[in-house]
């Protein structure tokens, strides 16, 4: 039975255990009658509820009950003890029934009780209120019969429910890690995955803890919360709300969350650790798969500026891709040089394996990468240097090609000698397009280096009979207008 659950019936405080006690160390439980008709079942309700609370060893000792009859007619005080029979366990030793000063028959009260002795199993003795120090320590008695002792009901039922809770809850949550613990201890795959459902527990530790540390502490301190002046008190004292067994709880709750907060580090960095290598793998499926397919698909080099401009752009496109790729690389990398630097000696060899792996791959699809943008720049000169050669061929077989005589020698003179610049100037274009040309060979000969088993003869050959071609055709161009030039001035 809860607090909670018959809270509307304990705040009527129709029975309380005070905290005091007897001559022989027994708990004191007091009745205290009012003018108003008692509800035995409420009553009833309350004893059972009260007397769930002591120890064992406490009850042992034997209760005192004391029945406030003072404010109460004699039938309902006559019924309530008749009623302690089957509601107080056989512990009972002692029934003090406070009386009235002049108010019942006490010839005809002597001879119930009398008369009822043997068969209740317990001594009832009538007393006055100033007369119960005779049974009872002043020190144990409550201010209502002249003692010292000092009792908040609604604290003490406040406490309870504190308590009630913080029990309740600290013993779920214990069910609770002990099962996300040991499942985790077994390794059981199937386990593992009915746990990982309902990984976290129904309630937050730290809040369970914080209420245990505060009930533990005020438990100990034996306080009123609202009292002002600060008097000590004993309600709930070891045996009627045990401080070891809240200290108890909380012990285990802390051995508990602790490995349950070292099974959540361990899930994490395995979760973690998971979320790398699935990144990973997609940063390296994909640089070796579509990311390499298009660097496979682009293997010319144009035959022309507009041509190579043209390819220039399309690997910049690739190069775009290829850079949110390299984004995610740095960020992996970065996480894992962290989780290296953790010092997990248990996990460093895969770690260092997927950052090994991570690297290879972005290093060699950026070295790729970086070879094709030289080799299109390669390209690109080359276009360039051929096509101004070409210009100043064109611009060379012009000279030759106008129909008109010289006037006299000095304008044929000057007309040989502007041919001569010229051809030697076509003479240095043509050297550094060979040397253009060549550098673009040798480039291009590199490129089976990365080609992924994939065979490049037929698309080299294309490039070097390109380029090969280029340089003849200049250099025959070049032999036909120098012959020209002796044909047409010597």
């Known amino acids: 039975m809860e607090a909670s659950v018959i809270l509307p019936i304990l705040k009527k405080k129709l029975a309380f255990l005070s905290g005091g006690k007897d001559r022989r160390s027994g708990l004191i439980l007091t009745i205290p009658l009012c003018l108003e008709q008692t509800n035995m079942d409420e009553l009833s309700v309350t004893l059972d509820y009260l007397l769930s609370i002591p120890s064992e060893k406490c009850k042992a000792r034997g209760f005192t009950v004391i029945v406030d009859g003072r404010k109460s007619q004699w039938n309902v005080v006559k019924t309530v003890v008749l009623m302690l029979q089957n509601v107080v366990p056989a512990e009972v030793s002692l029934v003090c029934v406070v009386k ?125 919360n609202g009292s002002d002046g600060g008097v000590s008190w004993s309600p709930m004292d070891d045996e009627l709300l045990a401080q070891p067994q809240v200290m108890k709880l909380l012990d285990s709750l802390r051995e508990q969350y602790t490995r349950y907060q070292e099974v959540c580090r361990q899930r994490s960095k395995r979760t973690q650790l998971e979320e790398i290598q699935q990144k990973v793998m997609q940063v390296v499926n994909w640089l070796e798969g579509p ?55 248990e996990d460093l060899v895969e770690l260092k394996s997927l950052q090994q792996q991570l690297s290879d791959v972005c290093y060699r699809q950026a070295s790729q990468l970086e070879f094709r943008q030289n080799l299109l720049q ?51 274009g043509l050297q550094g397009l060979r040397e253009k ?30 380029i090969q071609g280029v340089m003849e055709d200049m250099q025959l161009r070049k032999q036909r207008q120098s012959l020209t030039v002796n044909v047409n001035f010597c």
């Open 100 to 224: 009235p000063d002049e108010f019942w028959d006490k010839k005809v009260t002597h001879f119930c009780f009398w008369k009822e002795k043997d068969r209740l199993g317990f001594e009832v003795i009538l007393v006055s209120a100033n007369k119960l120090t005779r049974y009872i320590e002043p020190c144990q008695l409550t201010e209502d019969f002249g003692g010292s002792l000092t009792y908040d009901h609604m604290d003490w039922l406040n406490k309870r429910l504190v308590f009630e809770k913080f029990t309740k809850e600290s013993t779920s949550l214990l069910d609770e890690l002990a099962l996300i613990n040991n499942g985790s201890d077994k390794g059981n795959q199937e386990k593992e995955r009915s746990v990982d459902l309902n990984f976290l527990p129904s309630v937050d530790p730290e809040t369970v803890l914080q209420t245990g540390h505060e009930l533990l502490s005020e438990l100990q301190q034996r306080r009123f």
């Open 291 to 345: 990311g390499s397919e298009q660097l496979r698909a682009q293997w010319g080099i144009g035959d022309s500026i507009r041509a190579s401009q043209a390819l220039q752009q399309k690997h910049e496109e690739i190069e775009s891709q290829h850079s949110e790729w390299f984004a995610v690389y740095v960020e992996l990398n970065q996480q894992i040089a962290a989780l290296l630097n953790a010092g997990d000696e």
């Open 378 to 428: 390669a390209a690109l000169e080359f276009h360039g240097v051929a096509q101004d050669l070409s210009q100043q061929l064109d611009g060379l077989l012009g000279m030759l090609c106008v129909d008109v005589a010289p006037a006299d020698g000095a304008s044929i003179q000057q007309t040989l000698k502007l041919l001569e610049e010229k051809l030697k100037s076509v003479d240095v």
């Open 437 to 466: 040309g060549q550098g673009l060979l040798d480039q291009i000969s590199n490129q089976a280096s990365w080609a992924y088993g994939k065979d490049v003869t037929i698309e080299n050959k294309e490039n070097v009979d390109h």
